[in-house]
T-cell receptor, first 109, second 113 residues
Framework: RKEVEQDPGPFNVPEGATVAFNCTYSNSASQSFFWYRQDCRKEPKLLMSVYSSGNEDGRFTAQLNRASQYISLLIRDSKLSDSATYLCVVILGGGKLIFGQGTELSVKP | DTAVSQTPKYLVTQMGNDKSIKCEQN?????MYWYKQDSKKFLKIMFS???????INETVPNRFSPKSPDKAHLNLHINSLELGDSAVYFCASSQESGGRPLHFGAGTRLSVL
């Protein structure tokens, strides 16, 4: 089983739609969680951290479920510019970062 | 000013050659990394240095040798390049070795022919 798993997609959604991605992790000792965004042929960039109580940043909401070992990202009112690959990142003890494969999102007009 | 810069951006070379990729960060971060992103888009850590000291060394062929002359630079030298080395190599830095966001360079696209 991979340490961090994501549905690779692609998720094809119309503008204005709400879309959610999940990411599961296998190591219960995982300490920190993030979502990164990677545009085509570009470097990954931090989108948001994921806090235990859940957190929101504009149209983006991240949640953590430690009992079930998954994190989620919800995007409301999708924009064309949201089209990208969304990478789930888990930090293990010792500071080792593990990236998921990424979920590809394509927002269509 | 680019925060994490790596050169070259593109590298096309023949099997068996030796090549280097350079990385510099001007963020004052203590930790630098090399990641490899293959054709299936998986980003895998290769090496991590904290203040010039190697702290993470994943299962990477010993043809790959990182060098950190100071905490702002982390270079990657690859000997005897193989077809399977073709990938995008990303340099990154963070303030500490764990739990802090990574800042990535723009990547080096390596094609081994």
């Amino acid at each position: 089983r991979k340490e961090v798993e994501q549905d690779p997609g692609p998720f094809n959604v119309p503008e204005g739609a709400t879309v959610a991605f999940n990411c599961t992790y296998s190591n219960s000792a995982s300490q920190s969680f993030f979502w990164y965004r990677q545009d085509c042929r570009k470097e990954p960039k931090l989108l948001m951290s994921v806090y235990s109580s859940g957190n929101e940043d504009g149209r983006f909401t991240a949640q953590l479920n430690r009992a079930s070992q998954y994190i989620s990202l919800l995007i409301r009112d999708s924009k064309l510019s949201d089209s990208a690959t969304y990478l789930c990142v888990v930090i293990l003890g010792g500071g080792k970062l593990i990236f998921g494969q990424g979920t590809e999102l394509s927002v269509k007009p | 000013d680019t925060a994490v810069s790596q050169t070259p951006k593109y590298l096309v070379t023949q099997m068996g050659n030796d090549k280097s990729i350079k990385c510099e960060q001007n963020l004052g971060h203590d930790t630098m990394y090399w990641y490899k992103q293959d054709s299936k888009k998986f980003l895998k850590i290769m090496f991590s240095y904290n203040n010039k000291e190697l702290i993470i060394n994943e299962t990477v062929p010993n043809r790959f040798s990182p060098k950190s002359p100071d905490k702002a630079h982390l270079n990657l030298h690859i000997n005897s390049l193989e077809l399977g080395d073709s990938a995008v190599y990303f340099c990154a830095s963070s303030q500490e070795s764990g739990g802090r966001p990574l800042h990535f360079g723009a990547g080096t696209r390596l094609s081994v022919l």
